[in-house]
């Protein structure tokens, strides 16, 4: 059975940057609070879906999909698989589209007219189950190489919120955190260790479904996000990863400190998060955690793109060296839990 790897990696930015206390200046009703002390994030990208030249979920996911392929030894046209994982499905005209597929809109804009493509939905954690999905497909030698792919035109949630909210603990305050952004990634089979997919596991704990909701608003009508934080962040669920982490290791006869990562990246939930789970894994595992990667201080929470484009902002900025062993942590509503982990040296933004 071969083993793949991230062959490339490309993203997408909008040019508009939003800083927090700007974000601020949106609220209605609710007293102002200090959200650069809670998140740590300072500013965030915002899409320009009225520009002429129009940036939405869609078309940010297809300018990553060309910033990847020019890195990759594969023209579009080689590509077996197109996957995408979007939340936001905002297209033309600030549209929420579910057919057709972005994926088959995607393959038909880039040229893999061949490529198998389909859509997958999984919040937070889409990017990794789109990866997990296309992993399998080359192990089994169904397929030689993939793209997936998410465009995340997620502020329109935080503005709803900066309409709706009462005040710092009302249900949508997470919808203030967020950013928009694209991320793209080839995967092809493994030649070696130096370049390879270690582990790409996830699991879910639907009794949890509840506590972070993604809908239209009763209120205004406008997308948003209704989110049970303390429950969301309460102890048993944050410990779900390590011990789902810890069994899966222990299947194969390995522990957390035998597998030696280099980095982690967590989702960019913000910095109290990033802290307070490092320090979960730290206790559970018994072992210090590896150095922490994150870009949420500008980026902010990117939703399924986050982990990948963390990845490429520490690769653009030579934040990982060649051969690093690197672990992501995916933190999803569901509840979504799990583990990547990935060796690269050839990987290259």
Not at 2 to 25: C, F, H, K, Q, W
Not at 180 to 188: M, R
């Amino acid at each position: 059975m071969s083993s793949s790897r991230l062959e490339s990696i490309g993203a997408y930015l909008p040019s508009n940057v939003m800083s927090t206390e700007d974000l601020l200046g949106h609220l209605e009703k609710a007293p102002e609070f200090d959200l650069v002390k809670v998140t740590g994030m300072l500013e965030r990208r915002v899409a320009d879906d009225v520009a002429d030249i129009r940036e939405d979920s869609l078309t940010m996911a297809v300018a990553a999909a060309r910033d990847c392929l020019e890195r990759s030894r594969f023209a579009a046209a080689e590509i077996d698989v197109v996957i995408s994982c979007s939340i936001s499905r905002l297209a033309d005209g600030r549209r929420l589209q579910f057919e057709p597929s972005f994926a088959f809109r995607i393959a038909r804009e880039l040229g893999a007219a061949d490529a198998i493509h389909f859509d997958v939905s999984n919040a937070c954690a889409g990017m990794t189950t789109g990866v997990l999905l296309l992993d399998r497909l080359i192990r089994s030698g169904a397929v030689r190489n993939g793209l997936v792919l998410s465009g995340e035109q997620i502020t329109p949630i935080a503005f709803t919120a900066a309409r709706e909210m009462e005040d710092s603990r009302d249900p949508q305050f997470a919808s203030m955190s967020v950013g928009d952004s694209a991320v793209a990634v080839v995967l092809d089979r493994a030649t070696d260790e130096r370049d390879v997919i270690h582990d790409v596991e996830l699991m879910t704990s639907s009794q949890y479904s509840h506590l972070c909701l993604g809908m239209p608003s009763d209120e205004t009508g406008g997308l948003a996000m209704y989110t049970d934080n303390k429950e969301m962040h309460a102890q048993d669920r944050l410990s779900l990863w390590p011990a789902f982490h810890r069994h899966k290791l222990a299947e194969r006869g390995s522990t957390f400190a035998d597998e030696r990562y280099d980095f982690v990246i967590q989702h960019q939930v913000g910095s109290r998060f990033v802290d307070f789970i490092n320090g979960v894994g730290r206790r559970r595992f018994g072992v210090p955690m590896p150095p922490s990667l994150s870009v949420l201080d500008r980026l902010a929470n990117t939703a399924s793109t986050s982990h990948y484009l963390v990845l490429h902002q520490a690769l653009a900025e030579g934040r990982i060296p060649r051969g690093s062993k690197v672990l992501m942590v995916p933190a999803a509503s569901g509840v979504v839990t799990g583990f990547l982990s990935a060796t690269v040296s050839s990987l290259e933004v």
